[in-house]
């Protein structure tokens, strides 16, 4: 039996506990329970050489094994949204936050959502009210009166809820 089949064959016997860690990990990151169990078990079964059952019992080993797809499956989510420099500016003058946490990842989601349902000239009023122009600068960038860029601005709220 090769070591790769042994890994299978430990792993899958502590196949509880998988489930616990990985839907206690998945649940607190808001990921995807099955994904976080499928690259937990893959991380597992190719990390099974350095586990070392003198040193620490298979929860513990499987525990941090957990905490280390969880930050891999978190950085993959959060590379995704790398290069939309005006979104994430966006959403760091509207949350305050410029880290790369869950709440973060999710106000950029919503940032892009926004932005698509947005018309060109309601998303250029959207951004100057959240740069915070004053009327004179709100005039002079968008070439509207401010009552303009607050009636598009409007518009597409009523549009976001409806």
Request: glycine share 4%; charged share 25%.
């Amino acid at each position: 039996m090769s070591i790769r089949d042994e890994a299978w064959l430990f792993w899958l016997s502590h196949t509880k506990s998988i489930q616990r860690v990985s839907s206690k990990f998945a649940s607190e990151s808001r990921l995807d329970i099955d994904d976080f169990k499928q690259e937990l078990v893959l991380r597992l079964v190719s990390k099974h050489e350095t586990y070392d059952q003198t040193r620490c019992k298979p929860v513990s080993w499987l525990w941090w094994q957990a905490k280390a797809v969880r930050k891999s499956l978190l950085q993959k989510r959060a590379k995704h949204f790398v290069g939309l420099s005006e979104d994430v500016a966006i959403t760091n003058s509207v949350t305050g936050d410029s880290g790369c946490g869950q709440n973060r990842i999710e106000a950029i989601v919503s940032v892009r959502a926004i932005r698509a349902l947005a018309t060109q000239s309601q998303w250029r009023a959207v951004t100057a009210k959240t740069a915070g122009f004053t009327e004179n600068e709100t005039q002079k960038v968008l070439g509207c009166h401010p009552a303009t860029a607050r009636r598009r601005v409007t518009r597409l709220a009523r549009r976001l809820e409806g």
